[in-house]
């Protein structure tokens, strides 16, 4: 008899190929509200010498949730960056290169699962119902098999009779089309292209993002100075005579699979080039019959020639955007993360459109809490290692993001930070009343620069621009679909924990949700101060779900 061993584990548990089995949390009982996406792993190894090198087992899965339950194989990618060499600490899983779990690939359960001997691997199980479950208690056996040898272990999962609300969190996560184009070798706005479009965007929408970044011009984001990425933009433009004119046919198509997709804001991409609103975005038109670039790093941000453009631009567009109904749920930039030095600049870019734009959402990655105090912008989104001057004076409707930067205490997505890093800032955007959050990488599969194209399965920090897992929250999918991520899973978990959250402060008021969180936590919990463990997550929503029902 062949001796497999298997333990169910918590989601938020990341398994490495070299680790034991018997060193992981095992996961008997859990519980979840009746429309929530609940996730949880079976472990599975052996150190059987019978099997040699691997063996083709059955997975069975025996419960009346059966027909809900998706499962993916979590597989191990190459990741040569983990975290920067001289900015890390020691909330880290690991900080050497190595293979490291991240890849949800969706498995089927029709076909042998591979056994490894003297591998630890897992799969993801994930429960969800989009019409809710009924309540009740579910037990869920996972049974393997390999010739006569059978292991079971089983999962006591309890249904609340109760449904997660609707996020009130506004969620954008830079959506980049040229990506998908160049990665699936398809011409941009082909009809390949607005298939794989319409895909991201529903994938984008599952891992809880509702704001689509809709780049009416190229973005000019993450650009190296002189160099140009492939041409989204999706405002036809015509000059004639010097006079321009616009077309929105690909807007409005963009804005129909966003909102069929789920999304509810556009982020209208930056009017202004990145790194200090100095240059204008590249800009393509087709003039007097000739199609070409007419702007860019060549172009003067305030200009009369750029003015005159983007006057006309901002005017007409908005315009159309009131026709489709959604200028009032369209977020407008500037120029990405001004800081002081460029305050000069950046007002001087501001100035050409803000009358405008009077009325309408502005806003912009911004850390400088000077350069806000100027009133340059209306709505700042500080990083969350550089929040608390704007939590001290309480400015209104705040925002905060993470990207490459946030390396040291705070969380973030990385793949080499355990799980409960990433999901912990649920209860951090609870309790400091957080209306959105900002992250720069749903899909960004290029080097720093935007230099070159990068295989995503090979490489996971952009040619070591970034560490892993910051750069893009799936890969791309040989079927024309994403596939999920156990870092993009962590955040999701993350926002359904905020929404229970606020599920429970209708029942029982702010104040008492609170003093749940801080149960547990050795000081009063910070962006930059949380306790680090599984069992305090998990226990504080086993708490949060036995209030609600």
Known sequence: MADIQLKILPSIEKCFLDESIDSKPELREASMLRNERFSFQLAYTTNDPSIMPKAYTELKIDSELTPYIKVAKVEQVPVYM??????????????????????????DTALPLVLVNGQLNTLMLTVECAHGLTAGAYPVELSVKYGESVASVTLNLRVIDALLPEGELIHTQWFHNDCIATQYGCEIFSERHWE???????????????MILTPVLTPPLDT???????TVQLVDITVNG???SFGYDKLDRYVKLAQDAGMKYFEISHLFSQWGAIHAPKVTATVDGEYRRIFGWDTDAT???????????VEGL?????ELGVDKQC?????????????????????VVADLLEGYHMFEALSSYDFYATGAVPTPVPANNHITPFLENNVPDLWTYYCCGQTVNVSNRFIAMPGQRTRILGEQLYKFNIKGFLQWGFNFWYSQGSIHPVNPYQDTCGDYFVPAGDAFSVYPGND?????TLHALHFYEALQDLRALKLLEAKIGREAVLALIEEGCDEPMTFASYPHTQAYLLGLREKVNSLIG
Not at 224 to 230: I, L
Not at 303 to 313: Q, S, V
């Open 82 to 107: 983990p975290a920067y060499p001289n900015s890390k600490d020691n909330n880290y899983l690991r900080t050497t290169p190595g293979l490291y779990p991240d890849l949800l690939q969706p498995l």
């Open 196 to 210: 794989l479009i319409g895909n991201y965007m529903k994938a984008a929408h599952d891992c809880g993002v509702n």
């Open 224 to 230: 190296a100075v002189g160099r140009e990425r492939p």
């Open 242 to 244: 010097g006079v321009y």
């Open 303 to 313: 200009g009369d020639e750029y003015r005159t453009f983007i006057r006309a631009f």
């Open 318 to 322: 908005l315009g159309h955007l009131k």
């Open 331 to 351: 977020w407008w930039h500037i120029s990405d993360e001004p800081n002081l030095t460029q305050l000069e600049t950046y007002t001087a870019a501001k100035n």
């Open 480 to 484: 024309g679909h994403a596939v999920m």
